[in-house]
Every structure is written in structure tokens, then in C-alpha cells.
């Protein structure tokens, strides 16, 4: 059983409900798939998806309007502290490659790089039901972004070598990609 299929079956009154709530824009599938992870305690987020309380309830009126707050109060993982200088190099390098065309971007800043502190592939992390839900995710809010994974890395290795290759800092000795004898580790499927 695929897990879109297992998600809808264990969490999908609460999936339907959020998509009948939902405003309309395109990010609102994804985000409920993530809600309806998180309400189940699939994934690895934080409380509040990594957003102050503020932010998250902010969010929620603002994409699903219909949706009763209370039903959206569970909770997720602490944050480990020791990485906020990590999930803030995580965030500046998202804000740079901001979409610019929705609002929810800025919320998405703050939730990717809080899923970027789990131990697994980031789709899964975040609570997505599949890997091109994350692809999706990255090419509508952080499209400069998804545009360099032309290779179709796996998007947490992606946004870490983005971060090295901001600092100047590259310890892969490969001369490319191609011949790496890690290649499968960094793009081969995600399951």
C-alpha cells in the first residue's frame, strides 16, 4: 500500500475536512497532507510545524478559514536549540529564493527548515504523502531553488550543499556528481 493511500485511510476526515476549509491557493493540498501527518504523529515536525503559535494560527485562519483552530492544536517534537544557527542559515537561504508570489512562503520558510532537523528524507519528514509533494512544494515557493536540483537530488542533501556552496566549503572530492561513488546516496529514489 502506497503511503498517499495509507495517510488517506488513517487521516483522511481530517484531510477532507482541511481541503473543504481551504481557500483555494495550491499550497493548501500540501499543507493539509502535512496537517493531517502531523495530527497522526507521522513525520518528525515540531510543535506548530516549527511557526511561533502566532504564526501557525495566523496561517491556518488565513488558508483554511473553515476549519475549527481547536481540531489543529496537537503537537509534534521539540526543536533541538543546539541547531538554531543551522535552521537560521536553513531560512536565509530559503527567504533568498522565494518564489515572490504567494504569502505562505515566509510560513514555508520556517517549516521546511524545521523539517530539515528530522533524521529522514524531508518529504517524509515534513509529513508529505510523497516525494513530488515536496517537489511540488519547492517549485511554487522556492522556485530559483528547485530550479538548480536539474538533477533531481534528494531535496535535503540538495539545500545542505546549497548551504556548503554558499560558504565556500565543498568536501565531496568527485569532480562530478556522475562518478561519485556516493551517487546513489544523494539521487537515487527516496522510500
Known amino acids: 500500500m502506497s503511503s498517499s493511500v495509507l ?3 488513517t487521516g483522511g476526515d481530517i484531510y477532507a475536512e482541511l481541503m473543504g476549509a481551504r481557500r483555494g491557493d495550491p499550497v ?12 497522526w504523529g507521522d513525520g518528525a515536525m515540531p ?10 494560527y495566523t496561517m491556518m485562519g488565513y488558508h483554511f478559514p473553515g476549519f475549527p483552530l481547536w481540531r489543529a492544536a496537537t503537537f509534534g517534537n521539540p526543536l533541538d536549540a543546539q541547531r538554531s544557527d543551522e535552521m537560521e542559515e ?6 533568498q529564493n522565494r518564489t515572490g508570489r504567494i504569502r505562505s512562503e515566509l510560513w514555508m520558510v520556517d517549516i521546511l527548515a524545521a523539517g530539515c532537523m528530522g533524521d529522514d528524507h524531508l518529504w ?22 528547485a530550479l538548480r536540483n536539474h538533477k533531481d537530488m534528494k531535496w535535503k542533501k540538495f539545500l545542505y ?5 554558499t560558504e565556500g566549503i565543498y568536501t565531496c572530492r568527485a569532480p562530478s556528481c556522475e562518478v561519485c561513488a556516493d551517487y546513489q546516496n544523494c539521487f537515487g529514489p527516496e522510500e
Open 7 to 9: 495517510a488517506i485511510e
Open 28 to 39: 493548501e493540498d500540501t499543507l493539509a497532507r502535512m496537517l493531517t501527518s502531523w495530527n
Open 47 to 56: 510543535d506548530w510545524l516549527g511557526l511561533s503559535w502566532k504564526s501557525f
Open 90 to 95: 536553513l531560512r536565509e537561504l530559503l527567504r
Open 124 to 145: 517524509q519528514d515534513l509529513g508529505l504523502w510523497e516525494r513530488s509533494d515536496l517537489s511540488q512544494l519547492m517549485l511554487e515557493n522556492f522556485e530559483p531553488l
Open 161 to 165: 550543499k546549497q548551504l556548503c556552496e
